[in-house]
C-alpha cells in the first residue's frame, strides 16, 4: 500500500520528513517499508484459514489519522501467496471499502505472482526488452558504430533483462531462460550483420559478450558473498554459523547449514544460494 501525507512538502527535505514521519510506523504485524511503500505480512495456516489482516490493517489506518497522513486506497491491494491462494477466503473490508485483492502486484519492479511463478515478470521483461530493440533498430538505419550499437545494448536493454537477478534467476525454467537469451540474440543480430547463421556460442565470441545466464549466475554468487559480510543489511536473513569445531571435523567446510525445500517453487533464494553458492565463494 502507499501512503500520502495530507500537506506535501515542496523541498529538499520532503523526502526526508517523510521518512522520519513514518519512522514508527507500525500496525501489530511484520510490515516492510521503503519510501511511501509499505507491506504488511502474515502468515496464515493452511488449516485454520484465521487471518488477523483485517486487524492489522484497521491499525495501520488509526496510525495514519492520528499521524497526519492517509492511505492511498486506490494503490492498496492484497495478495494471498501459496496454497490459500486457491481458497475463499474473504475480501478485506475496511472503513476506506473493501480492498481489491489481486494475483499478481509489482513490487520495487519486480512482479510476485501469487503461485510463487515468474511467468508474468518474465513476460514482463521480455516485452520491455523487445520493445527498446526496436530503438536498436533506429539506431543501426541512423548510421551509428557497431560499437556505440553494442553500447546502447548494454547500457540500455541488457540491465532490463537482469534487474533483481538473484531474485528469480535460479527459479526459472528452460523455456523462460531460453525466451531471455532470445532477446540478447536478436540483439546481435541488428549490431552485427556477419552473426547471421553463426552459432549462438561464436555470435558471443564475436561481440564479446557472455551468454546471459551465466552472467545471472554470476550477479547471483556476488550478491549472496556480498550478505555473507557481517556488515550487510541483509546479513540477518542468514541462519546461524556452523560450530567451528565441528565443521573441522566434516568433510565439507561449509560456514552455514545448507537448508532443503521439498520443492523448488518453495525454496528461496538464501536457500537455493546456501545449497549452491558457499563452496564457490569459499575458494575466491
Excluded at 536473513?237 to 517453487?265: E, G, H, M, N, W
Aim: hydrophobic share 35%; with cysteine; proline share 4%.
Amino acid at each position: 500500500m502507499s501512503l500520502l501525507l495530507e500537506a506535501a512538502v515542496g523541498s529538499c527535505l520532503g523526502p526526508l520528513s517523510f521518512l522520519v514521519l513514518i519512522n514508527d510506523l507500525s500496525a501489530g504485524c511484520s510490515i516492510v517499508k521503503y519510501v511511501d511503500d509499505s507491506i504488511l505480512t502474515e502468515l496464515v495456516q493452511p488449516k485454520s484459514h484465521a487471518s488477523k489482516m483485517i486487524q492489522f490493517l484497521e491499525n495501520l489506518i488509526t496510525w495514519t489519522t492520528n499521524n497526519h497522513t492517509q492511505v492511498n486506497s486506490t494503490k492498496t491491494k492484497e495478495i494471498i501467496i501459496g496454497p490459500l491462494a486457491k481458497t475463499n477466503l474473504p475480501l478485506l473490508t475496511t472503513s476506506l471499502g473493501t480492498i481489491e485483492r489481486v494475483s499478481s502486484f509489482k513490487l520495487l519492479g519486480v512482479h510476485i505472482d501469487s503461485s510463487l511463478s515468474w511467468s508474468t515478470h518474465v513476460n514482463s521483461i521480455l516485452k520491455k526488452a523487445t520493445s527498446r530493440l526496436y530503438f536498436l533498430k533506429q539506431l543501426k538505419r541512423a548510421g551509428l558504430s557497431s560499437n556505440h550499437l553494442l553500447h546502447y545494448y548494454t547500457s540500455v536493454i541488457r540491465p532490463v533483462l537482469e534487474y533483481s537477478a538473484p531474485v528469480w534467476h535460479y527459479a526459472l525454467t528452460k523455456e523462460q531462460t531460453y525466451q531471455i537469451e532470445r532477446i540478447q540474440k536478436r540483439a546481435i543480430h541488428i549490431i552485427f550483420n556477419f552473426s547471421r547463421g553463426m552459432p549462438y556460442t561464436s555470435m558471443l565470441y564475436s561481440a564479446n559478450l557472455e551468454n546471459l545466464a551465466t552472467r545471472r549466475n554470476n550477479l547471483s554468487q556476488k550478491f549472496f558473498l556480498d550478505i555473507t559480510e557481517p556488515s550487510s543489511c541483509l546479513h540477518y536473513l542468514l541462519p546461524p554459523t556452523r560450530d567451528q569445531s565441528v565443521i573441522s571435523r566434516l568433510r565439507t567446510s561449509a560456514k552455514f547449514p545448507k537448508v532443503y525445500t521439498r520443492t523448488k517453487r518453495y525454496c528461496s533464494f538464501i536457500n537455493y544460494a546456501l545449497n549452491n553458492y558457499q563452496d564457490k565463494t569459499q575458494t575466491q
